[in-house]
């Protein structure tokens, strides 16, 4: 199983970027795959979740209209667009494959985001 993180970068505040998730090793589509974040010095925080049987979404509060999660699954990617950016958002972000509740069992290596003027 892997999960490889792209996209990440340093963008100005009011800023977008969209981060892309490529995994290979499982049935991509049938499991929840989500996005959780850790700021510098803090601890991780959940960010988005994509159901695999529901094809639904969700998202915490503070990423609500700004950040929009998708997935293609002829592809095996995962994605977060990300707008409206603000200097609290700088984070590693990771892709993980979501288990159950806050559960996940496999990670991506994360990639950086910098918002920053």
């Known amino acids: 199983v892997q999960l490889v993180e792209s996209g990440g970068g340093l963008v100005q505040p009011g800023g977008s970027l969209r981060l892309s998730c490529a995994v290979s090793?499982?049935?991509?589509?049938?499991?929840?795959m989500s996005w959780v974040r850790q700021a510098p010095g803090k601890g991780l925080e959940w960010v988005s979740t994509?159901?695999?049987?529901?094809?639904?979404?969700s998202y915490a509060e503070s990423m609500k209209g700004r950040f929009t999660i998708s997935r293609d699954n002829a592809k095996n990617t995962l994605y977060l667009q990300m707008n409206s950016l603000k200097s609290e958002d700088t984070a590693v972000y990771y892709c993980?494959?979501?288990?159950?509740?806050?559960?996940?069992?496999?990670w991506g290596q994360g990639t950086q985001v910098t918002v920053s003027s």
């Open positions: 090793g499982f049935t991509f589509g049938i499991y929840d």
């Open positions: 994509f159901s695999g049987a529901f094809d639904s979404t």
């Open positions: 993980a494959r979501r288990v159950s509740g806050a559960t996940y069992d496999y």
